[in-house]
Every structure is written in structure tokens, then in C-alpha cells.
């Protein structure tokens, strides 16, 4: 393919090559040397009260010789000779693997494995696996292009992509039979369906941001302050008023509507870095109001003991005040502390599909077509009669207004809201999964907030590391996957219809053939 | 084709421009210019680069607001005061469509897609500002069943039937030209102008444009206000040109009159030479000979 091209007019010598090459990767180990040095190298202890430190050296010089033979693999692997890397990356992941996987502690075996902590050591694995995989690739999509086949990874885009709506229904199925599935103890299960629960929050406001930022194209970071505008609507509707759940959902998915209108309606003149900047005020005034204004936010403080969602009437509790009849009497079943989490677990499945539907409906609508028109050119839709103010208004209200249901399922799941919990870094994880997920698709968003959401959540035993993963996987999702993990936009309206796309396609390429033959 | 001209100036215009100035700070880039667009025929406006073509054009379709002026459009469902109208009611009301200079598609979108969203606020009123068409309530399928064939209908006019599915930011140049065209002609307009239709045209290409610009004005009997500097194209198919330099219209009448202007010719060509040349000049070009 084009390592090939690359190769052939090469008037270098392959010495100079080589000695360019060691001159990049052992600048590559420098920098790493000095990063490290200080930041991995030097650990500070407190010793019977005093502040002391212990070094590490045997970490830093792994990592700048990782670094230097890692750079030396990949940048052969860039002209075009993948198996070094093939073989340096396998046999890395292998040993490596083995001696994690045996859980040997004599001391010659640890001197090899980087880390102490073994779960760092799994997550440092992924750099020469990554390599390895990556070298197959090439290999393999250099092996198809010489039998002139299609390159693997087109393949399994093509088919990725046909596969979408399965994914969808096998995801579906799975999310409704999750808490009958044996998870385990009633703990364990408790702990997973809490942590799916989050995931389907994010989902959801993934998907209502989606419309502002995936369809309609405007940047919006102050996204979170929809969701605490929701939160606090059934918080304080609840707690001041006694307002029921099912009465105040509703309510706070109009009120944060409100908000968004609000907001769009000075600012939607902005364009670009510059709706983003004030969008980013925006969040944050409504975060500081909420500390500020004690008398009817509660203050930093917040609000308490909001609560909890009633199954149509019927609270879920072990006791119930007189007259009241609760979700385990009136089902004559057993008190399980689990219903309740079952019960907001499917609360948030069935509002989360909801929004899909509606989302998926409005995109075959010409209000959803004329979101993407102004994406990609609104002086174009000014030209076409398009009010641009209005269709950026209905996209603001609507992703708002998810934002809003959203909240009030935080806050009635958490029975605690502050404004901590709406801070900049909330949009910005949102933003994170709408633009990991591929602008514009919804089951991309699925993937991505289960990878950013999810798997944080379950690798709590990372700690301080986790962090770090999560930004690692960013980076290489951004590289490998610039447009998103779900980057392909489908048409909403076919002519031809699915299946005669390519013989259409074909037909036109052997016209235009034909005519430049003549 | 001169007669008919002068017949339809003789009636109302479709589009009537009067004193059109338009000052950006100290720059003046139209300085007073009157024009009547007849209906049912094609009007170029031609001139050298910057002579203020498409700031025309900008203020007739409310991308700027005129300095002074009137621009009346005579049109069968109203007369509209185009420089009191907002920016997106002109499409929306007025129904004057345009085409840009460079090409403005949908890129993301599919050709198919283009056309639908062109038919926006038809298909809005049919869905009932998206809240019948979200319950699947109203004549929302029906009008967009509709839609599709109107956008058919123009695919087929403009060979891009083939192509309906593709994305619109992938298609040939020529082919983008066209779906432009296609596009502002799904809007249903009674007025269509044009910035440079054969820009980066080929000969075949921009000789198929004019057959398709001719159909259009006579199966549809609209207006078109032609923004061009491809000779063969302006001179082939325009029923009345317009000529602007620096701003100022310097002559309007029928091909024929504009061809043997004294008034263009210098705008295009310079200056006729007056004064004789220095005699070294003139003893070296004859010295060449």
C-alpha cells in the first residue's frame, strides 16, 4: 500500500535512516527520562510523622527504555516493515501477560513487571498489545491489498455498520434482562445495576446533547446547567411543596426547556468559539447562583433528604407512614432493598428510550433535517427560507429539556443535590461522550458512555490511575477513530433504497467513464 | 428574443430595482443602481471583478441590508419590499432562491436530503411544527411522499438520479453546481438567482447548463437573475443584461446592444488609445512588423 510507494524511491542509505532514527527515539527516551524523573522517579513517605522520600529508579528506567525501543518499532513500523513491532509488541504483551497471569512474586520475576500495584501493570499492558494489534493490522491489510482484496478494516467497518441496528436490539434485550440476569450476590448485583443506572443517566444526557452538538452543530459547554436546573426543580418542588415525582418530571423537563430558550435566545447569534464561551458562562452562572441564592437553593449545602420516586403511587420502602400501602405489600412480595434499585434502574431504561425514540422520529422530521442543514451551512438555510433562529432554538429547548428529565432522576435517585455536583467538569465528560461516540450517533454515545462512565466505575481499584486511563483512552480513541467511535452518518431518506446503493453507484461511475472515453 | 425583452420591460417587472446603494463604512460598492428584472426571462448582470455583482445579489436575498434603495418583486402571490424583509423570509415568503458563488450544499447530507430540506417549511406546516409528525398524526407521510417526487422530478432534470443517495460533499464538481441549481428550484421560487452557475464549468458542462436554465424560465415561467462571467453562457441564453462596473451600472439592454457598447468595452478592454506613442516605442513595434 503506501509504505510501499514510500519505500522504493529511497536514495537514503539505510545507515543514515538508522542513525535518524536512533537519534528520534533516544530523544524520546530523554523527554520521558525527564518527565518521569521527578514526577514517577522521586515518592514522597511519611515516616513516623516526617515527610521523607523513597526513589524508584526501576520504573523510570523502564519507562525510557520502553519509550526508546517502543519509538524505534513504531517508526519502523510507519515505513513500512510492521514485523519488528509484531514480534517486539507480542513477545512484550506475552511475558508480561504470563507473569501477571502466574502471579509469581520471586523477586527476578517482579524486576520485569513495571509496577507495583497489578492492576496498573494490566493497564500498562495495553501499550504493546496495542502495538501488536495495530502491526497485524498493517500486515494484514498490506497481504489483502496484494491478493486485491478489500483491507480488513473496511470490511469490518462495512459490516459494523450494517450490524448497528442489531447492536441496538441485542443492547436493548440485555438492559431488560439485566437484573434477572445472576449477577451474583445481592450485593454484587446491587453494585452493578447501580453502576448501569449512571451509565443510562449519562446516556441519556449524552443523547439530549447530542442534539445541540451532534445535529444542530451548536457547541454548547454549559450543557450541566440544564441538568441541575432539572435537579433542582424536582428537589425543591418535592421537598418545599410536597410535589410527587411523577408530577414534577414534567414540570422540570418544561422548566429547563425554559432555560434553554433563555440562554439561546441572545446568544444564538454567536457562532462557533464564541456560542461556546458564553454557553460556558452560562453554566457556570447558574452553579453559582445555586450557592449563592441560600434562601431558596439551600447553598452550597444544597437540599436534603429529597424524596424518592414512588412506583405509580406506591412508595418502595421497608416502612410506610398509616394508610399507606408500599410496592412490597401491594405485590405481596418479600422487602428487597433491591427493588428500589431495580425499579429506578428501569425508570431510567424506559425515560432513556424515550428520548431515543423521540430523537430518532424528529431526525426523519424536517425539523431534525433542518438541525443538520444548519450545521453544515446556515447561510445556506437563510437562503432556503430556514429561520435559523427558531430551529436553534427548538434544538437548544429539546436537548435542554432531556437534561432536565435527566436531573430530576438525579436528584430523586441521589436524594441529595449541590451544586457540586453541576460543575464544569460535568459538561465536559457529556461533551466527551457525544464527540467520542461520533457527532450525530446515538448507539456511538451508547458505547462511548459505557467506556468512559462504565469502566471507571468499575475499575475503582485503579484510584488515582484512573484518571490517567481515562485520558489515555481518549487520546487513543482520537487517534485511531478521529470522527468518533461511530463516525458514519446514514442518510434519513433514501431514493434507491439500502440495497441497490452500490449497483446506482456503479452505473453512474461507468456513465462518467463513458463520457470521458468519448 | 430582443422584441420580447422590450415587450416585458414595457409591462410590470418582477423585479423592480430603484437607487440601490449600498455602503460598507466609507466604501461605496453599488452606488446608485436601477434595474427591472422581467418575468419569465433571463436578466444577467455581468461586469469586471468587484464591480459589486454580488452585493446585488446579497441585498436582494437580505443577506444585507440596503444603505438606500427599494427592491420591489412583482411576484403572482404578492409585491414584497425586499429590503424591508428579513433575511429568511425573502425564501420563506417572497420565494426568491439563490445559488452561491462557491458552492453552499449540505455537504454532510445526502444529495436526496439537500432537495427534502429545501422543502422545509411546506414539510414543517405538514408536520405540524414537528408535533403531528412525531405520533405519526396529520398528512405529514403524504406530503413528504410528495416532496421526494419534486426532488425526484429535479434529479431527473439535473442527471443526478444516480447520485440521489450520495453524499452531497462527495459528488463532481459540476454535478455540486447542478444539485445547487436543484435545490434552489425546490424551494418553488418565483424569482431564481444565480452566482456564477458555470463557474468551473467545462464547455459541455456549461453548454448543458444552459439548455437547463432555458427549460427552467420557460416551463416554469420565472424569472432569472444571472450573476456570470462565462461569455457563452451570457451572451447565449440572457434575454436583457445588466452591466455594473465599480459599482455603477454603466449599460442595460439586449446582447446585441451590450456587445457593441463603447461604454463596456472600455470597461472590459481599457481605455482606446488616444495619444500617439513615443517615437521609440513606436520605431521599435515597427521595426518588429
Not at chain 1, 57 to 77: C, D, Q, R, T, W
Not at chain 1, 374 to 399: H, Q, S, V
Not at chain 1, 438 to 462: C, D, Y
Not at chain 2, 145 to 166: C, F, N, P, V, Y
Amino acid at each position: 500500500m503506501t509504505v510501499a510507494v514510500r519505500e522504493m524511491p529511497a536514495p537514503v542509505s539505510i545507515a543514515t535512516v538508522n542513525a535518524e532514527r536512533l537519534k528520534q527515539a533516544l530523544a524520546a527516551a530523554v523527554i520521558t527520562f525527564l518527565l518521569t524523573s521527578l514526577i514517577v522517579g522521586i515518592q514522597t513517605v511519611s515516616s513516623t510523622g516526617q515527610l521523607d522520600f523513597t526513589t524508584r529508579y526501576k520504573e523510570v528506567f523502564i519507562a525510557s527504555g520502553a519509550v526508546f525501543f517502543g519509538s524505534i518499532l513504531v517508526s519502523l513500523m510507519r515505513e513500512g516493515r510492521p514485523m519488528p513491532a509484531l514480534i517486539g509488541g507480542g513477545a512484550v504483551t506475552l511475558i508480561v501477560g504470563a507473569i501477571l497471569l502466574l502471579q509469581d512474586s520471586s523477586d527476578a520475576v517482579r524486576a520485569l513487571v513495571p509496577f507495583q500495584a497489578p492492576i496498573v501493570n494490566w493497564g500498562a499492558l495495553i501499550i504493546p498489545a496495542a502495538l501488536f494489534v495495530r502491526a497485524a493490522q498493517l500486515i494484514l491489510e498490506a497481504r489483502a491489498k496484494a491478493h486485491g482484496r478489500q483491507a480488513a478494516s473496511v470490511r469490518v467497518g462495512a459490516t459494523t455498520q450494517k450490524a448497528v441496528p442489531w447492536i441496538g436490539i441485542v443492547l436493548i434485550v440485555i438492559a431488560v434482562l439485566l437484573p434477572w440476569l445472576p449477577l451474583g450476590e445481592r450485593t454484587e448485583q446491587k453494585k452493578i445495576i447501580d453502576i448501569v443506572t449512571l451509565v443510562l443517566t449519562y446516556i441519556m444526557l449524552g443523547w439530549g446533547l447530542n442534539i445541540v452538538v451532534g445535529l444542530a452543530g451548536l457547541l454548547d459547554l454549559g450543557y450541566v446547567a440544564f441538568y441541575a436546573v432539572g435537579a433542582y426543580c424536582y428537589g425543591m418542588l418535592s421537598t418545599y411543596y410536597g410535589w410527587s415525582f411523577w408530577v414534577c418530571l414534567p414540570l422540570a423537563g418544561a422548566a429547563a426547556a425554559t432555560f434553554g430558550v433563555l440562554l439561546g435566545f441572545p446568544v444564538l447569534r454567536l457562532r462557533g468559539d464564541y456560542l461556546a464561551i458564553v454557553t460556558l458562562g452560562f453554566g457556570e452562572m447558574i452553579r453559582i447562583i445555586l450557592i449563592n441564592w441560600k434562601v431558596v437553593t439551600g447553598g452550597p449545602g444544597g437540599i436534603n433528604q429529597i424524596p424518592r420516586a414512588s412506583f405509580f403511587g406506591l412508595p418502595i420502602e421497608r416502612t410506610v407512614p398509616e394508610g399507606t400501602v408500599s410496592f412490597h405489600q401491594f405485590f405481596g412480595l418479600e422487602y428487597n432493598p433491591n427493588h428500589r434499585v431495580i425499579f429506578l434502574y428501569y425508570l431510567i431504561f424506559i425515560c432513556a428510550l424515550a428520548v431515543n425514540f423521540v430523537t430518532m422520529r424528529i431526525r426523519r422530521l424536517p425539523l431534525g433535517r433542518a438541525w443538520e442543514a444548519l450545521r453544515e451551512d446556515e447561510t445556506a438555510c437563510r437562503a432556503l427560507g430556514i429561520n435559523p433562529t427558531n430551529t436553534k432554538l427548538t434544538a437548544f429547548a429539546m436537548g435542554a429539556m432531556f437534561a432536565g428529565f435527566a436531573g430530576s432522576f438525579f436528584a430523586a435517585r441521589n436524594q441529595f443535590i449541590s451544586p457540586e455536583s453541576f460543575v464544569f467538569l460535568e459538561s465536559a465528560v457529556i461533551l466527551a461522550i457525544v464527540v467520542l461516540g461520533g457527532l450525530g450517533s446515538q448507539i456511538g454515545i451508547v458505547l462511548s458512555a459505557t467506556v468512559l462512565i462504565g469502566m471507571p466505575e468499575l475499575f475503582r481499584e485503579l484510584k488515582d490511575y484512573r484518571m490517567l486511563a481515562f485520558g489515555i483512552g481518549m487520546v487513543l480513541i482520537m487517534i485511531w477513530r478521529p470522527g468518533g467511535l461511530m463516525a458514519h452518518r446514514e442518510p434519513t431518506i433514501r431514493l434507491h433504497g439500502k440495497g441497490k446503493q452500490p449497483a446506482a453507484a456503479k452505473s453512474a461511475v461507468t456513465a462518467k467513464e463513458a463520457v470521458a472515453a468519448k | 428574443m430582443s422584441a420580447v425583452a422590450q415587450q416585458g420591460n414595457g409591462n410590470s417587472p418582477l423585479l423592480r430595482v430603484e437607487h440601490l446603494t449600498m455602503r460598507f463604512g466609507g466604501l461605496v460598492a453599488i452606488d446608485d443602481v436601477s434595474f427591472a428584472a422581467p418575468p419569465a426571462q433571463i436578466t444577467a448582470i455581468i461586469g469586471p471583478n468587484g464591480a459589486g455583482k454580488t452585493t446585488v445579489f446579497n441585498c436582494l436575498t437580505g443577506f444585507y441590508k440596503p444603505s438606500v434603495g427599494r427592491l420591489t418583486l412583482n411576484a403572482p402571490h404578492g409585491t414584497f419590499l425586499l429590503e424591508q424583509l428579513d433575511g429568511f423570509r425573502i425564501g420563506q415568503k417572497a420565494r426568491v432562491a439563490r445559488t452561491f458563488q462557491n458552492i453552499r450544499l449540505f455537504a454532510g447530507m445526502s444529495t436526496l436530503e439537500n432537495l427534502i430540506v429545501a422543502q422545509h417549511n411546506k414539510l414543517m406546516r405538514a408536520s405540524g411544527y414537528s408535533v403531528g409528525g412525531l405520533f405519526g398524526i396529520g398528512g405529514y407521510r403524504h406530503a413528504e411522499r410528495d416532496a421526494i417526487e419534486i426532488a425526484r422530478h429535479w434529479l431527473e432534470r439535473t442527471g443526478l438520479t444516480a447520485k440521489a443517495d450520495w453524499t452531497a460533499g462527495s459528488l463532481p464538481y459540476g454535478d455540486q453546481r447542478r444539485l445547487e441549481i436543484a435545490r434552489a428550484m425546490c424551494t418553488e421560487p418565483v424569482l431564481l438567482c444565480l452566482d456564477e452557475p458555470a463557474a468551473g464549468l467545462n464547455a459541455r458542462e456549461s453548454a448543458e447548463l444552459n439548455e437547463l436554465l432555458l427549460a427552467i424560465r420557460s416551463e416554469k415561467q420565472i424569472g432569472i437573475l444571472l450573476i456570470e462571467h462565462d461569455m457563452s453562457v451570457v451572451m447565449g441564453i440572457s434575454d436583457h443584461i445588466v452591466v455594473l462596473d465599480y459599482g455603477r451600472k454603466i449599460a442595460d439592454g439586449t446582447p446585441q446592444q451590450i456587445r457593441s457598447d463603447t461604454n463596456v468595452i472600455r470597461a472590459y478592454l481599457g481605455e482606446a488609445e488616444d495619444e500617439p506613442l513615443p517615437p521609440v516605442v513606436a520605431a521599435d513595434l515597427s521595426h518588429n512588423a
